[in-house]
């Protein structure tokens, strides 16, 4: 699955790190022979890179605004697919939205428990109503995802924001494709 290999990248990201930062120091230390820092200069010089890192990664990495855009998207072409008896494309959707959520995981892990917990308590049920070809348990739990994403708005503060309660997901009235897309799969 895709996060495992974005957890694998991840990890190995954070090994060459810590390998360069064990390089610089050791080639930086004083009058310029290896070997000559203190561990507690190796480990701050180390720390100092990671910080560094961090900040450089959040910088160039989408945030979870961008990542709510496609959620959103995905989440009214589910609900269009739902309509239109298309359930392979409502899973669809809703895997997609699994997939792009662990980037927000990743990218954002601070976030990553309220993702998950939003996951398994309302995309594995939408999966499921979708699997199970039940509209009416689709539309129940695709009601109860709206509301979970609303609360979830109120609740997450931010440097900048007290919460994003102003963000208000409903039931789609406009297809997001503007027609392009034929949710009946025929």
């Not at 507690?40 to 990542?67: C, E, H, M, R, W």
Request: glycine fraction near 8%.
């Amino acid at each position: 699955m895709l996060k495992s290999k974005r957890a694998k990248i991840a990890t190995i990201l954070g090994a060459m790190l810590v390998l360069l930062a064990i390089v610089v120091a050791g080639c930086t230390s004083g009058g310029g022979s290896a070997g000559t820092n203190t561990n507690s200069d190796l480990s701050k010089k180390v720390d100092d890179l990671q910080k560094f890192a961090a900040v450089q990664q959040k910088s160039i990495n989408p945030g979870l605004g961008t990542i709510m855009i496609e959620y959103s998207t995905r989440m009214a072409k589910a609900w269009f697919a739902a309509q239109a008896g298309n359930w392979d494309m409502a899973r669809y959707q809703i895997d997609e939205m699994k997939e792009i959520q662990e980037t927000g995981e990743i990218t954002r892990p601070k976030r990553a428990p309220q993702l998950k917990k939003f996951e398994s308590k309302y995309l594995d049920t939408m999966d499921k109503a979708a699997e199970d070809k039940d509209l009416n348990k689709f539309q129940a739990a695709y009601t109860d995802a709206i509301k979970g994403c609303n609360d979830c708005h109120t609740q997450v503060k931010s440097d900048e924001f007290s919460n994003y309660g102003f963000i208000k997901v409903q039931i789609p009235k406009t297809d997001p494709t503007g027609g392009l897309q034929n949710y009946s799969g025929k």
